[in-house]
Protein backbone atom coordinates (compact mmCIF):
# COMPACT_ATOMS: atom_id res chain seq x y z
CA UNK A 1 0.00 0.00 0.00
CA UNK A 2 0.87 3.51 -0.50
CA UNK A 3 0.72 6.34 2.36
CA UNK A 4 1.12 9.89 1.41
CA UNK A 5 2.00 12.12 4.17
CA UNK A 6 1.19 15.39 3.93
CA UNK A 7 2.47 18.55 6.11
CA UNK A 8 -0.26 20.36 7.19
CA UNK A 9 -1.13 24.15 6.29
CA UNK A 10 0.76 27.58 7.27
CA UNK A 11 -0.05 28.91 10.17
CA UNK A 12 1.35 32.18 11.80
CA UNK A 13 3.44 31.02 14.04
CA UNK A 14 5.33 29.27 11.25
CA UNK A 15 6.60 32.52 10.06
CA UNK A 16 6.97 33.95 12.93
CA UNK A 17 9.50 31.04 13.41
CA UNK A 18 8.79 29.71 16.58
CA UNK A 19 8.58 26.10 17.65
CA UNK A 20 4.66 24.74 17.28
CA UNK A 21 4.42 20.88 19.26
CA UNK A 22 1.25 20.86 21.72
CA UNK A 23 0.35 24.32 20.52
CA UNK A 24 -2.68 24.56 18.16
CA UNK A 25 -3.10 27.68 15.88
CA UNK A 26 -5.16 28.06 13.37
CA UNK A 27 -4.43 28.09 9.09
CA UNK A 28 -3.25 31.57 8.09
CA UNK A 29 -5.15 32.81 4.88
CA UNK A 30 -2.30 31.84 2.35
CA UNK A 31 -2.02 28.22 4.42
CA UNK A 32 -5.84 28.17 3.63
CA UNK A 33 -5.98 28.67 -0.02
CA UNK A 34 -2.12 26.93 -0.70
CA UNK A 35 -4.02 23.50 0.88
CA UNK A 36 -7.15 24.13 -1.69
CA UNK A 37 -5.06 24.08 -3.97
CA UNK A 38 -3.18 21.22 -2.45
CA UNK A 39 -7.01 19.30 -2.50
CA UNK A 40 -7.31 20.53 -6.25
CA UNK A 41 -4.75 18.47 -7.21
CA UNK A 42 -5.43 15.31 -5.77
CA UNK A 43 -9.43 15.01 -6.48
CA UNK A 44 -9.22 12.88 -9.27
CA UNK A 45 -7.42 10.25 -7.76
CA UNK A 46 -8.75 7.50 -5.87
CA UNK A 47 -7.99 7.35 -2.54
CA UNK A 48 -8.77 4.69 0.19
CA UNK A 49 -8.82 7.00 3.18
CA UNK A 50 -7.72 10.37 5.23
CA UNK A 51 -6.18 10.26 8.16
CA UNK A 52 -5.34 13.91 10.64
CA UNK A 53 -3.89 14.56 13.61
CA UNK A 54 -5.78 15.95 16.43
CA UNK A 55 -4.86 19.46 16.40
CA UNK A 56 -6.40 22.45 14.45
CA UNK A 57 -4.08 22.86 11.75
CA UNK A 58 -4.22 18.89 11.00
CA UNK A 59 -7.72 19.01 11.16
CA UNK A 60 -8.50 22.03 8.73
CA UNK A 61 -5.85 21.04 6.25
CA UNK A 62 -7.68 17.27 5.82
CA UNK A 63 -11.00 19.08 6.02
CA UNK A 64 -9.91 20.67 2.84
CA UNK A 65 -8.84 17.74 1.40
CA UNK A 66 -12.19 16.05 2.37
CA UNK A 67 -14.44 18.14 -0.01
CA UNK A 68 -13.04 17.85 -3.04
CA UNK A 69 -12.07 14.06 -2.48
CA UNK A 70 -15.02 13.18 -0.72
CA UNK A 71 -14.30 10.64 2.02
CA UNK A 72 -14.36 11.47 5.52
CA UNK A 73 -11.71 12.33 7.38
CA UNK A 74 -10.11 9.76 10.54
CA UNK A 75 -8.63 11.51 13.40
CA UNK A 76 -5.60 9.90 15.32
CA UNK A 77 -3.45 11.16 17.94
CA UNK A 78 -0.23 9.17 16.61
CA UNK A 79 0.00 11.66 14.19
CA UNK A 80 0.10 14.20 16.29
CA UNK A 81 3.00 17.09 16.57
CA UNK A 82 5.59 15.59 19.50
CA UNK A 83 4.74 17.56 22.56
CA UNK A 84 7.99 20.04 22.99
CA UNK A 85 7.33 21.00 26.45
CA UNK A 86 8.97 24.28 27.23
CA UNK A 87 10.57 24.74 23.59
CA UNK A 88 6.87 25.27 22.49
CA UNK A 89 6.18 28.64 21.21
CA UNK A 90 9.74 29.74 21.91
CA UNK A 91 11.73 31.39 18.25
CA UNK A 92 13.83 28.37 16.88
CA UNK A 93 16.58 31.09 15.88
CA UNK A 94 17.06 32.19 19.53
CA UNK A 95 16.75 28.39 21.31
CA UNK A 96 19.63 26.77 18.87
CA UNK A 97 21.83 30.05 19.46
CA UNK A 98 21.86 29.66 22.73
CA UNK A 99 22.45 25.39 22.33
CA UNK A 100 23.46 24.97 18.82
CA UNK A 101 22.79 21.19 19.26
CA UNK A 102 19.66 21.80 19.64
CA UNK A 103 18.36 20.26 16.06
CA UNK A 104 20.54 17.06 16.54
CA UNK A 105 19.13 16.89 19.71
CA UNK A 106 15.51 17.07 18.60
CA UNK A 107 16.32 13.91 16.07
CA UNK A 108 17.67 11.87 18.32
CA UNK A 109 15.52 9.17 20.37
CA UNK A 110 17.38 9.72 23.79
CA UNK A 111 16.79 13.52 23.87
CA UNK A 112 13.45 14.87 25.67
CA UNK A 113 12.76 18.48 25.83
CA UNK A 114 11.23 19.87 29.39
CA UNK A 115 7.89 18.95 29.96
CA UNK A 116 7.69 17.39 26.36
CA UNK A 117 7.72 13.99 24.61
CA UNK A 118 11.18 11.60 24.10
CA UNK A 119 11.83 11.08 20.54
CA UNK A 120 11.50 7.81 21.23
CA UNK A 121 8.04 8.08 22.27
CA UNK A 122 6.97 10.32 19.79
CA UNK A 123 8.85 8.24 16.92
CA UNK A 124 7.53 4.68 18.39
CA UNK A 125 3.44 6.10 18.20
CA UNK A 126 3.62 7.59 14.72
CA UNK A 127 4.57 3.95 13.43
CA UNK A 128 2.13 2.73 15.03
CA UNK A 129 -0.36 5.41 13.53
CA UNK A 130 1.48 3.70 10.07
CA UNK A 131 0.74 0.19 11.30
CA UNK A 132 -3.03 1.08 12.04
CA UNK A 133 -3.41 1.96 8.38
CA UNK A 134 -1.80 -1.08 7.27
CA UNK A 135 -3.92 -3.53 8.96
CA UNK A 136 -7.29 -1.37 8.03
CA UNK A 137 -6.78 -0.17 4.48
CA UNK A 138 -5.39 -1.09 1.29
CA UNK A 139 -4.45 1.45 -1.66
CA UNK A 140 -3.43 4.32 -0.93
CA UNK A 141 -4.42 6.60 2.53
CA UNK A 142 -3.54 10.24 3.05
CA UNK A 143 -2.25 11.13 6.20
CA UNK A 144 -2.12 15.48 6.99
CA UNK A 145 0.94 15.52 10.26
CA UNK A 146 3.33 17.92 11.24
CA UNK A 147 6.95 18.97 10.00
CA UNK A 148 8.60 17.62 13.41
CA UNK A 149 7.76 14.61 13.98
CA UNK A 150 7.97 13.51 10.12
CA UNK A 151 11.11 14.70 10.29
CA UNK A 152 12.38 11.94 13.29
CA UNK A 153 9.91 9.44 11.52
CA UNK A 154 12.03 9.82 8.22
CA UNK A 155 15.50 10.03 10.11
CA UNK A 156 14.91 7.11 12.16
CA UNK A 157 12.69 4.04 9.43
CA UNK A 158 14.19 5.84 6.27
CA UNK A 159 17.58 6.69 7.02
CA UNK A 160 17.12 10.24 5.66
CA UNK A 161 20.08 12.42 7.23
CA UNK A 162 18.34 15.51 8.08
CA UNK A 163 17.93 17.63 11.03
CA UNK A 164 15.38 20.15 10.78
CA UNK A 165 12.00 19.74 8.84
CA UNK A 166 12.21 18.03 5.73
CA UNK A 167 8.30 19.35 4.41
CA UNK A 168 7.49 22.31 3.00
CA UNK A 169 3.64 23.03 3.67
CA UNK A 170 1.07 20.87 1.68
CA UNK A 171 3.91 18.79 0.12
CA UNK A 172 4.13 14.78 0.88
CA UNK A 173 6.54 12.22 2.20
CA UNK A 174 5.44 9.12 0.29
CA UNK A 175 5.96 5.52 1.83
CA UNK A 176 5.26 1.98 0.32
CA UNK A 177 4.34 -0.55 3.34
CA UNK A 178 4.77 -4.13 2.16
CA UNK A 179 4.78 -6.39 5.02
CA UNK A 180 6.82 -4.88 7.80
CA UNK A 181 9.13 -3.03 5.25
CA UNK A 182 8.51 0.64 4.94
CA UNK A 183 10.47 2.18 1.88
CA UNK A 184 10.51 5.65 0.77
CA UNK A 185 8.61 6.51 -2.84
CA UNK A 186 9.24 10.18 -2.73
CA UNK A 187 10.60 13.32 -0.39
CA UNK A 188 8.99 16.78 -0.12
CA UNK A 189 6.94 15.98 -3.03
CA UNK A 190 5.39 19.13 -4.14
CA UNK A 191 1.28 18.68 -4.72
CA UNK A 192 1.33 18.39 -8.72
CA UNK A 193 3.65 15.45 -8.42
CA UNK A 194 2.21 13.13 -5.89
CA UNK A 195 -0.64 11.53 -8.18
CA UNK A 196 2.32 10.63 -10.53
CA UNK A 197 4.63 9.12 -8.26
CA UNK A 198 1.77 6.92 -6.87
CA UNK A 199 1.01 5.68 -9.87
CA UNK A 200 4.60 4.66 -10.92
CA UNK A 201 4.43 2.56 -7.97
Known amino acids: MIIVIIRHGETPQNLLGVFQGQSDPELDNVGI ?3 KDTARTLKNEKWDAIYSSNYKRSLVSANLLTVDVNLRRLVS ?3 SERHLGALDGKSKELLI ?7 RKLITLEYTPPGGESGRSALERFVR ?3 TI ?3 HQGRVIVVSHGGI ?3 FAHHML ?5 SSLLEHGHALIIKVSGAEISLMGMNVPPNSIAEICTAV
Open 77 to 79: TDF
Open 33 to 35: DRF
Open 150 to 152: VAL
Open 134 to 136: KNN
Open 129 to 131: GIH
Open 97 to 103: SADPELS
Open 159 to 163: GVRQT
